[in-house]
């Protein structure tokens, strides 16, 4: 049974970190890119970051380049995403989820049913 289990939201200031968690299991995940998204209140789900199936190549969208680290650990199955210098505008529920390439794992074309996600809330 595959499952995607985000975790690592919360509340946090303008400015502060947080580092999120997905844990994949149910799928060789290893062998497949791995992507984080986020969608907002009344907005659509959006990339956020990418990353290569071991890991060698990452990917991010202009919004959080430079502020965001996407990161793999394939014998835990776990993707994580650090966030630094969060702002109000990243408020969202995160989600990850897998993909069969990079390019169309870019575009939202995901392998799994989504997870419950995890809520990042930024005060300003």
């Known amino acids: 049974q595959v499952r995607l289990v985000e975790s690592g939201g919360g509340l946090v200031q303008a400015g502060g970190s947080l580092r999120l968690s997905c844990a994949a299991s149910?799928?060789?995940?290893?062998?497949?890119?791995m992507g984080w998204f986020r969608q907002a209140p009344g907005k659509q789900r959006e990339f956020v970051a990418a990353?290569?199936?071991?890991?060698?190549?990452?990917y991010y969208a202009d919004s959080v380049r430079g502020r965001f680290t996407i990161s793999r650990d394939n014998a835990k199955n776990t993707v994580y995403l650090q966030m630094n210098s969060l702002k109000s505008e990243d408020t969202a529920a995160y989600y990850c989820?897998?993909?069969?390439?990079?390019?169309?794992?870019?575009?939202?074309?995901?392998?799994?049913?989504w997870g419950n996600g995890t809520l990042v809330t930024v005060s300003s």
């Open positions: 989820n897998a993909g069969t390439h990079i390019t169309p794992l870019r575009s939202g074309y995901v392998m799994d049913s």
């Open positions: 149910g799928r060789a995940y290893h062998l497949y890119p």
């Open positions: 990353i290569s199936d071991n890991g060698g190549s990452t």
